[in-house]
């Protein structure tokens, strides 16, 4: 049929519809299913999908016989719905026929969208940067989903992330002898190192103390060095057990970068295979080439041709970057702030221009003032961001653009902050001009009457962007959030699927404190995975042991399993399982810090941080240790009706509430932060150091106080434990007068 693959619909179960087709990394919905060329991403011929994508994915409508099979969700609201159609006839009660009709509408979104209201998993600590005094920022590199990266750019270097850990230099250099010192002194004979260096030490025979941790080197000579720790105290070794043999000391792999702190968060970048390009209206277009984990080269690469305006020379390079329909675009230079550049098909540094399909070229949007290009979005058409309007890049046929065929219509008139826009779907998502407002730049209908429109999705919530958005990044799996950074650093999700409607603003205060006040996000980067949960990579500033520290750190799993023994639910944090112990270590970039602490799945008293350690009270085979932090909800003001109308305004009394929870342990509720009541889970049976078994159900709880105009729910989760509200179902008293 003219295409490079072919795959057979699902059977088991059967697949009556096709909802969503997916390659891996872009996702085409059922009323978009185009490629970026502007055909058909697949066709259905029988019962075949034929495609030239070399990876299908498909979210497919199914049929289910076996009625063990359905979902309970299903169950629910069926049942439900059945019962709002029998009420009247058995009860005879119309508000009986409202109240189970509304039932069935509660159950129906339950069983549409699973989660309710859940907690965030912690964050795990994977390293500190490199330079804790400057800022830095993390880019990912995606070769395939198995084979993903996170740079860490700071000032004029580059370090990478692989598998969630550091990547080190292909050369491991022997360490031969360890003095017992202060500072100890290693034997390498001809290391290389240099005063500063950060090294990876591991498998020391007898001074164990040494591995598994990150040094600076200090004292260095032709063949020997000393250590430092991260926070610059050289390492004591006397009291540590006597050298037997073996060890390595390895560095920290890094790259030059022609990029200082000061233009990091200014970069704009696009990667096709091992690629990536990079602009900067002050740098000349860049490549970064990847050949292995520990081998990546900058170039500055040629353009051919000679466009006109000119695209390269000094202090005129382009702002923004893309990849649509084959070709590499560019976007406003110093001179020429409303002008894109188009590559010549398939030859993505080729600026020649001419009237053949495949040559290059160049358009200057005409406005009746200057409107600098913000963002470039590729999806079926190139959406473009400027400072005072949104425009979409189409041909005036069906085919695809051409010097001859290109065609720019302008559709709103909100403007784009300079924040790069995220894509769902064939969705662009983009901070509007000043940064407070999100919109959703959308196709609503014909691209030649409708067009796009861009409805604002903070219109329910617009305190939470106080201050303006800075960065945006996008998790589909497991949850579809979109997450952004404000400018005060703190960092912000949005639960975005809008096949079921549903658009949710949370904030999320990271575990810690920076001087007197919150961590600090300072960025972050997604990476999707074949895992079903995509990664967030952040990185967060603290004040540590008296000192400002930046750490990379990354968002755990929100499907831990069903047992608190592997819950995640501190920040910066690690995790052990082993052998029982009551002595934790290598948690040196704790220093000093008081930490929460999840042992055995039970909650256990705080510790300080001393020596990279703590001691148990008990002997624990796994264990969380990190900041902890606090999960807050509260209502809206509750419409519980009243005799003469609404009983909004008047005074109202809530005597209970019922929660519906689902694999939750450990919460309280109440009417106000300040009268919380925990709700037990833990009987007298159960040992105090054991896990309490994850609970699902419905639980009761009686609230304190009188009538008041306040009839709000609140629910706060402060231990290292789950949570999951599906519903909350108010019993209450309303005072008419």
């Known amino acids: 049929f003219g295409y490079a693959h072919q795959y057979p619909l699902p059977t088991d179960p059967y697949c009556l519809r096709v909802l969503e087709f997916s390659n ?92 309710g209201v859940k907690r965030r998993p912690g964050t795990e600590f994977l390293g500190e940067v490199k330079a804790s005094s400057v800022k830095s920022r993390l880019i990912p590199f995606q070769f395939k989903t198995s084979d993903t990266y996170i740079l860490e750019f700071g000032d004029s270097i580059m370090r990478v992330y692989r598998n969630g850990a550091q990547v080190l230099n292909a050369t491991a250099k022997t360490i031969t002898a360890i003095t017992k010192a202060s500072p100890g002194v290693l034997t390498s004979n001809s290391h290389g190192f240099s005063n500063g260096d950060e090294v990876y030490i591991v498998s020391v025979g007898g001074m164990t103390e040494l591995n598994g941790r990150n040094y600076r080197v200090a004292n260095s000579t032709t063949n020997t060095f000393s250590l430092t720790d991260l926070y610059g105290t050289a390492i004591n070794t006397t009291g540590f057990t006597t050298f037997t043999s073996g060890g390595t000391a390895t560095e920290i792999f890094e790259l030059a970068s022609p990029y200082p702190e000061a233009v990091l968060f200014d970069l704009r970048f696009v990667q096709s295979a091992d690629t990536m390009y990079f602009v900067h209206p002050s740098y000349a277009i860049r490549t970064l080439v990847r050949s292995d984990h520990n081998n990546w080269t900058f170039a500055t690469p040629s353009i051919t041709g000679s466009p006109s305006p000119a695209l390269n020379t000094s202090d005129n390079y382009p702002s923004v970057v893309t990849f649509f329909e084959q070709r590499l675009v560019f976007g406003n230079t110093n001179n020429n702030p409303q002008t894109l550049w188009f590559s010549k098909n398939a030859d993505y540094l080729n600026m020649t221009t001419g009237t053949g399909d495949n040559d290059a070229l160049i358009y200057t949007i005409a406005s009746n003032q200057v409107n600098a290009i913000r963002y470039l979005s590729p999806t079926r058409v190139l959406s473009v961001g400027t400072t005072a309007g949104e425009y979409v890049v189409t041909a005036t046929s069906d085919g695809p653009v051409t010097p001859t065929t290109t065609l720019i219509r302008k559709y709103s008139n909100y403007g784009s902050a300079a924040v790069e826009p995220v894509q769902v779907a064939d969705v662009t998502l983009f901070a509007q001009r000043g940064g407070r407002k999100v919109r959703e730049f959308k196709f609503a209908g014909d691209v030649n009457t409708s067009g796009y429109q861009a409805p604002d999705m903070t219109i329910l919530a617009e305190h939470i962007t106080d201050g303006g958005i800075t960065q945006f990044a996008y998790q589909q799996e497991p949850e579809s959030i979109i997450w952004a950074l404000r400018s005060d650093g703190t960092l912000l999700g949005m639960t975005y699927r809008r096949e079921e409607d549903v658009v949710g603003w949370h904030k999320h205060v990271i575990g810690g404190v920076f001087g007197s006040g919150q961590a600090v996000v300072e960025s972050i980067a997604p990476l999707p995975t074949d895992t079903g949960n995509d990664d967030l990579y952040m990185i967060v500033k603290r004040t540590i042991n008296s000192q400002t520290k930046r750490y990379v750190e990354v968002l755990k799993v929100f499907d831990f399993g069903s047992v608190t023994t592997s819950a995640f639910f501190v920040d910066g944090g690690l995790a052990y399982a082993g052998s029982a112990t009551t002595s934790l270590s290598g948690l040196y970039h704790l220093e000093g810090q008081s930490v929460t602490i999840l042992a055995n799945g039970a909650t256990h008293p705080d510790e300080t941080v001393s020596g990279g350690g703590i001691t148990l009270d008990y002997s624990s085979t796994t264990a969380a240790v990190g900041f902890g932090f606090t999960s807050e909800m509260q209502t809206m003001r509750i419409e519980s009706g009243s005799e003469d109308g609404t009983s909004q305004g008047k005074p109202k009394r809530i005597h209970a509430v019922t929660l519906r929870l689902f694999e939750a342990v450990g919460i309280e509720v109440g009417n106000s932060a300040d009268e919380l009541d925990r709700i037990p889970f833990r009987d007298s049976s159960m040992a105090m150091d054991q896990a309490i078994p994850l609970f699902t159900g419905d639980k009761d709880v009686e609230f304190r106080g009188g009538y008041d105009n306040q009839d709000r729910i609140y629910v706060r989760q402060s231990q290292a434990l789950p949570l999951t509200v599906l519903a909350l179902y108010p019993r209450m008293n309303t005072f008419d007068t």
């Open 24 to 115: 891996g990394s872009m996702s085409y919905p059922q009323d978009n299913m185009k490629n970026n060329s502007g055909g058909p991403a697949f066709v259905i011929e029988g019962r075949n999908i034929v495609t030239d994508e070399g990876t299908a994915k498909i979210k497919y409508v199914a049929r289910i016989t076996d009625p063990n099979e359905y979902d309970s969700g299903l169950i629910e609201a069926l049942s439900m719905r059945l019962a709002a159609e029998m009420a009247y006839a058995i009860t005879g009660s119309t508000s009986m026929v409202q109240i189970t009709t509304s039932a069935y509408d509660q159950s129906l979104k339950e069983a549409r969208f699973v989660g």
